[in-house]
C-alpha cells in the first residue's frame, strides 16, 4: 500500500521560501513519476509540478522559475523548493503519485 506524507508547510511573507518535502512509502520508488498538486479554498486542484523516475520535470506556468521539484531516491523523498513566495501561491499542497494523495500540507503567504 502506498503512503505520502507531505510535510514543510507553514506561514511566510511575500517574497519567502518553504521547502515542502514528500516522503513515500510501500511501494518501488525510484522510476515513479512524482507530482505536486495545490488547492486553493473554493477551488479545483492544480497541477503545480512533476518529476518523472528520471529525473525531467515539468512545471505550471505559474510558478515556472520560482519553484524546484527534486527528488532524493535514497530516501524515497521527492522535495518543492518554493522561491518567491506569492499571496496566490497559497494553498493545501499535496504530493501525488498515480492514484494516490497524501493529506496535504498548509502553505500560507501573507502580503
Known amino acids: 500500500q502506498v503512503q505520502l506524507v507531505e510535510s514543510g508547510g507553514g506561514l511566510v511573507q511575500a517574497g519567502g521560501s518553504l521547502r515542502l518535502s514528500c516522503a513515500a512509502s510501500?511501494?518501488?520508488?525510484?522510476?515513479?513519476?512524482m507530482g505536486w498538486y495545490r488547492q486553493a479554498p473554493g477551488k479545483q486542484r492544480d497541477f503545480v509540478a512533476i518529476?518523472?523516475?528520471?529525473?525531467?520535470?515539468r512545471y505550471a506556468d505559474s510558478v515556472k522559475g520560482r519553484f524546484t521539484i527534486s527528488r532524493d531516491n535514497a530516501k524515497n523523498t521527492v522535495y518543492l523548493q518554493m522561491n518567491d513566495l506569492k499571496p496566490d501561491d497559497t494553498a493545501v499542497y499535496y504530493c501525488?503519485?498515480?492514484?494516490?494523495w497524501g493529506q496535504g500540507t498548509q502553505v500560507t503567504v501573507s502580503s
Open positions: 501525488n503519485r498515480d492514484t494516490h
Open positions: 510501500g511501494s518501488i520508488f525510484k522510476y515513479v513519476d
Open positions: 518529476i518523472t523516475g528520471f529525473g525531467a520535470t
